[in-house]
């Protein structure tokens, strides 16, 4: 096995500016005319970003909230899934609430097309195998049983010629499943030069695991009410798990993570549940999902409207998110 050069330099960018002091960052009018450019126009991007995606999500969200204020029976069976994650929650156990898999996955490789193996400059296969997560909750598994897209995993796999090498593991963001911009965004085919092999998860609802008519990718993670985004934060940490023991028998005995926001949520997740990961570093996380919905508009409104519409509290909810809350665990991981 090819190891990792450590004269390899890891390049930084020296960046001039304004350092934070005591009293934490400049003051904004201490910074020159294109430092408040810079700093404004990254911020009008990023409100612009968020709303967009809080827009997203807000859109998803909607058919339940308003079925469960149509229908009584959908907002009791809420209800009563909030109090079933708030009990598994409250035992803060990996171990129950994150089942590992019950057996090895039986996996497909294909060569990736010509644009991946152009930006790794190696060999790329496309990983695509049947998921065997079964949803922790019962009520949820008939529902999850009829998702044929969704329950057929994928990733792209980036492999060195001269065997299996330590591998980094890669988990999008919410909409943000293309292979090709996580690879540049992460700056992969230089770690894939660096000696490293790379593993680039599709999360559920995501990209090829997007039911038919989804308007969006990742549009299903929010589409059956938060009971529905609990086991699909559980069925992400179980098949990557599955992926983790498929990546094991071909050879690999190092493999280390990291995810940006959705993504890196779910990597502290998995960190919780699998100590078989020798790093993990989520990139941007969300940290608490109940108080980004309430400061995310226009998606803060459906969930306050659900929350009242059902008679669901805010601690109630947060009681039950808890469940896939990587603070709600010990971490696996060695420190």
């Not at 058919?63 to 009791?76: H, I, K, W």
């Not at 035992?91 to 497909?108: L, T």
């Not at 028998?249 to 998995?270: C, F, N, P």
């Not at 409207?305 to 809350?325: C, D, F, I, N, P």
Request: glycine residues 8%.
């Amino acid at each position: 096995m090819a190891t990792i050069d450590p004269e390899t330099p890891i390049p930084v960018p020296d960046v001039s500016g304004g350092d934070a002091g005591r009293r934490g960052l400049p003051s904004r009018s201490d910074l020159s005319l294109l430092q408040r450019t810079v700093v404004d126009s990254s911020a009008i991007v990023d409100i612009g970003l968020r709303t967009m995606v809080a827009s997203m999500v807000g859109a998803a969200m909607l058919p339940p909230v308003l079925s469960g204020l149509v229908r009584g029976s959908d907002l009791d069976r809420e209800r009563e899934n909030l109090e079933f994650y708030a009990e598994l929650a409250a035992q803060h156990d990996p171990a129950v609430s994150f089942p590992a898999p019950r057996s090895r996955p039986q996996v497909r490789t294909r060569r990736a097309n010509a644009v991946a193996n152009y930006i790794a400059h190696g060999n790329v296969e496309h990983v695509s195998f049947r998921s065997s997560f079964e949803p922790v909750n019962p009520a949820m598994r008939h529902l999850w049983n009829r998702l044929d897209r969704n329950n057929v995993v994928h990733a792209q796999h980036w492999r060195h010629d001269d065997g299996p090498h330590p591998t980094l593991c890669v988990i999008h963001g919410f909409l943000g499943s293309p292979y090709l911009f996580n690879g540049v965004f992460f700056s992969l085919p230089w770690f894939f030069k660096s000696g490293y092999d790379i593993m680039l998860y599709t999360l559920p609802f995501h990209g090829p695991r997007a039911e038919k008519g989804s308007p969006f990718s990742g549009y299903g993670i929010f589409a059956n009410g938060m009971a529905g985004f609990a086991e699909t934060m559980g069925q992400a940490v179980y098949d990557f798990r599955s992926l983790m023991d498929y990546l094991e028998h071909t050879g690999v005995d190092r493999i280390a993570l990291t995810g940006m926001s959705l993504g890196g949520y779910t990597s502290a997740l998995i960190a919780s549940a699998d100590r078989r990961l020798r790093a993990v570093i989520p990139n941007v996380p969300v940290v608490e999902p109940e108080s980004m919905f309430d400061s995310w508009f226009p998606a803060n409104k459906l969930v306050a409207l659900g929350r009242l519409g059902g008679g669901v509290s805010r601690a109630a909810s947060e009681a039950a998110s808890a469940y896939h809350s990587p603070l709600n665990y010990r971490p696996q991981v060695t420190k």
